[in-house]
């Protein structure tokens, strides 16, 4: 997958979706055609009537702020992507492809771009495959193991590529490197308990400090902030109590800055089907503002990354 270029705008996904569509099979993994999706449902805010004049006032995203696409998958393996549409929310979805025997998809900015430019699909059979510029490559296998895996970004300071976070069984996190072919290095174990948590996500940077973070819920609907320290081996400070009532969502996830204000945000899901946006304030007291409906009819999609 090619970076989106944000001076492009609303006409992109469709672009991504164009070169996603394609049949290939590696390590026994079958990868089908797709057929565009209808419009609706999907976000509440229409279709921006973008131009080029409007799209280059976009501020360029960063890495700890970063442009990546919202995509929904099916309970059939079809997928569909949304971009931003400049305005805080998100444009219609533009019909994507279908990965057979696929778990669950990790989105990432592998060489810290500030746009996602790739992705890593877990299979049913363990295998890691990595998905960048049109190529589907197996990059290793046991993969089953986990049943978490996300890319905040770059959790070491200095790093040239971001890492994975993988939860086991046991509720180890695992922080994984990435090295520059797409290959993972050994992973270094963050800690247990890991298993207390029913969400984990984040993208970017949330307290203003350009190290990324994340957060997670606990089964009691209690939201924490893990700052990110900026050190590899202990990549996050101790947890700090965002607030409590967000078992209201069945879905959390971060897709880096919605809202074109250089702050990374978080998108909930409830059983409705409601997407709302968290928007980022850069402060580690409080990091996001009420959330704004920017949704509907998002339960349709078994998993959003």
Excluded: C
Aim: no cysteine; glycine share 12%; aromatic share 8%.
């Amino acid at each position: 997958m090619k970076h989106p270029s944000h001076r492009r705008g609303p006409a992109r996904a469709a672009v991504v979706a164009t070169a996603l569509a394609v049949a290939t099979t590696v390590a026994g993994t079958a990868v089908a055609a797709t057929v565009p999706a209808p419009a609706a449902p999907g976000p509440v805010t229409q279709r921006a009537a973008a131009t080029g004049a409007v799209a280059a006032t976009e501020p360029e995203p960063t890495p700890t702020a970063p442009l990546y696409y919202l995509t929904g998958m099916l309970a059939s393996g079809q997928m569909y992507v949304y971009s931003r549409n400049g305005r805080g929310g998100l444009d219609t979805r533009s019909g994507a492809y279908v990965w057979k025997g696929l778990k669950r998809v990790v989105s990432v900015d592998p060489d810290l771009t500030g746009y996602q430019d790739g992705a890593y699909h877990v299979m049913t059979n363990g295998v890691l495959n990595q998905w960048r510029h049109g190529v589907l490559k197996k990059v290793a296998t046991g993969w089953q193991q986990y049943s978490v895996v996300i890319s905040p970004g770059a959790l070491a300071r200095g790093a040239r590529h971001a890492d994975l976070l993988a939860r086991d069984a046991q509720g180890v996190l695992w922080r994984v490197p990435l090295k520059a072919d797409g290959t993972p290095a050994p992973r270094v174990r963050i800690g247990a308990g890991w298993n207390a948590y029913t969400q984990i996500a984040g993208v970017g940077d949330y307290t203003g400090d350009a190290r990324a973070d994340l957060v997670a819920r606990d089964a009691k609907g209690v939201l924490w902030l893990y700052k990110g320290t900026g050190d590899g081996a202990r990549p996050f400070a101790p947890r700090v109590r965002i607030g409590a009532g967000w078992n209201a969502y069945d879905r959390l996830v971060g897709i880096g800055d919605v809202d074109v204000d250089l702050r990374s945000d978080l998108l909930a899901r409830d059983p409705k089907g409601n997407l709302l946006l968290y928007k980022g304030t850069g402060k580690a007291a409080a990091p996001f503002k009420p959330p704004v409906k920017i949704g509907h009819a998002f339960n349709e999609y078994r998993d959003l990354f």
